[in-house]
């Protein structure tokens, strides 16, 4: 190992990219723990309990915690992902529909009005706007 240490420092690329190399690794180790820690928190089939212990857990020994996590959980992180994500674009279009007034026959003209409206207030985000105005116009 001590040989690939003086290869980097005789070359300062080579000791760039090595730099380079472990703050992504760094980077990618934080956005993991925060990962599983969001992932505490959104479980719902875990007691308060069992969350305070993998929140412990993580903190007091964040490597090995996040490991295990992974290893025992990790295969359910992205259902709770996917789920939370499709619970909230079907709360935005609650809302959207809800606050557009979409309730009784309108014309799309007037739909669409109601919408730029909403757009204009920043109640809904332009992305969010998008595909409300591709509903009204498909339907």
Do not use: C
């Amino acid at each position: 190992m001590s040989s690939y240490v003086n290869l980097a420092y005789d070359y300062p690329v080579l000791g760039a990219f090595w730099t380079i190399m472990w703050i992504f690794l760094w980077i990618m180790w934080i956005f993991l723990l925060f990962r599983v820690i969001v992932d505490i928190f959104r479980d719902d089939s875990m007691s308060g309990w069992g969350k305070t212990g993998w929140l412990v857990f993580t903190i007091v020994l964040p490597f090995l915690g996040v490991f295990v996590y992974l290893i025992a959980r990790g295969k359910d992180m992205g259902r709770r992902e996917q789920k939370h994500a499709q619970a909230k674009m079907e709360e935005t279009d609650r809302y959207i529909r809800e606050t557009a007034g979409t309730t009784g026959p309108a014309s799309e003209a007037d739909q669409l009005a109601k919408l730029s409206e909403v757009r204009a207030r920043g109640d809904i985000s332009d992305e969010e706007f998008r595909q409300a105005k591709e509903k009204v116009l498909h339907h």
